[in-house]
């Protein structure tokens, strides 16, 4: 008997930006990384929007179909925003992750083709996962939209769903084409999620940086009180370590 020992190393590198108000026309964030590495004359783009987010958002998707009309020259949105459950019901079950493989399907997306997902950590693993699954890897970029997202879940790797009474039963590990953290997003969190999303904070502080938790320490008043400022730089050291 003969054996070969197949061996493969992959490196994965991936941008996260920090923004305000990605979708405003004049911010080139979004479409200078969608029109880097585009194949035809422009970046075709599936967009996927927690329903729960248009909502307390007023406007928010006709702002996204305007930021790609007025970049129509190297982007395009494939068809109207696609709109989702929000929070943990956007991972039960394999509705919402069929719902974007047949829209994907339908729009003819390939590996040079974009999905955006918009919305909180839920949301952002049930489309990453959808985008693993269609031709092995759609390009996907994450807009996380809450503290938790922003500093934790959209800066990873993990992509996951719901099933069989099983959290996270099905999911891949597969690397963002890229993530935009836009701080705006931030302003219109219920009390409830501001604070909860800084307990990733502390826990990474604990573990790696002595001098972060006492910063944390110091202005926990400060992030109570909804210090934009601080919560931005308390979120930008999180995703960073």
Known sequence: MKTILQKISV??????????GVFAPKNTTLAALLAKDRSGPRARTLVVVDAALAEATPGLLRRIEGYFRAHRATLELVRK??????????KNGWTSVREIM????????DRHSYVIAVGGGSVLDMVGFAAALVHRGLRFVRIPTTVLSQNDAGVGVKNGMNDGGAKNFAGTFAPPYAVIDDF?????????????????????????????????CTHAAALRDRDQAVMERV???????
């Open 11 to 20: 490196s994965f590198r991936y941008p996260v930006s920090f923004t305000h």
């Open 81 to 90: 925003p696609l709109l989702v459950p929000g929070g943990e019901n956007a």
């Open 102 to 109: 047949t829209a994907a399907g339908a729009e003819h997306l």
């Open 184 to 216: 705006d997003f931030l302003k219109t969190l219920p009390q409830r999620e501001w604070i909860g999303g800084v307990a990733e904070a502390f826990k990474v502080a604990i573990i790696k940086d002595k001098p972060f938790f006492r910063y944390l």
């Open 235 to 241: 979120v930008y050291k999180t995703a960073a370590l």
